[in-house]
């Protein structure tokens, strides 16, 4: 693979992460948004500065944390800023969850796909913008009890078996 493929695929693997990251320090979303986007910038500017063998999320997160400061100075005038502080705290815990969340992602679509077509089905039905439980009790012919306990119960197996590839290291 080419440097700027491997480059390439390593930004669009990190962005939810990075994006995750940013969001916690950054009170605004359309702010996170810009600090986003001239972060993916300076990444793929600094793209040689990368140690291959290192984790890419966290020296995102590291570049993130300029970006994040940066922006933060020019909203030094805005009262509701948090102190620094609490900020590097914040950007510290963040930087660790951000880590963190590509192995929980990769177990969830692996225990996705392991459910049966119908149990997915249901799920895709349920987080479709604007779908709700009662729509889809209707339209199965179902109560609202039968699929609201059916989707308990969906999400508790998808938990437990997210918890056991994250334990077994299949993530």
């Not at 390593?10 to 990251?21: D, E, I, M, V």
């Not at 100075?73 to 969850?97: I, K, N, P, S």
């Not at 779908?131 to 339209?139: C, G, K, L, P, T």
């Not at 109560?143 to 998808?158: C, D, E, K, P």
Request: with cysteine; aromatic share 6%; glycine share 6%.
């Amino acid at each position: 693979m080419a440097e700027a493929e491997l480059v390439v695929a390593l930004l669009t693997r990190a962005q939810p992460s990075l994006h995750a990251y940013i969001l916690s320090l950054l009170p605004d979303p359309a702010l996170a948004d810009d600090v986003l986007q001239e972060t993916n910038i300076t990444l793929w500017r600094k793209a040689g500065d990368f140690q291959p063998g290192t984790s890419f999320t966290a020296w995102a997160c590291q570049v993130a944390w300029y970006k994040v400061l940066s922006a933060r100075r020019r909203l030094a005038r805005d009262r509701h800023c948090f102190g620094d502080e609490l900020l590097d705290y914040l950007a510290e815990r963040q930087a660790q969850r951000a880590e963190g969340l590509e192995p929980r992602r990769a177990a969830l679509r692996d225990c996705l796909a392991r459910l049966p077509e119908p149990q997915r089905r249901l799920l895709r039905d349920r987080y479709r913008p604007g779908a709700s439980v009662q729509a889809i009790a209707r339209d199965s012919g179902r109560t609202v009890g039968v699929v609201s306990q059916t989707l308990y119960r969906i999400r508790t197996a998808l938990e437990e078996c997210i918890r056991g590839a994250l334990s077994e290291g299949r993530a």
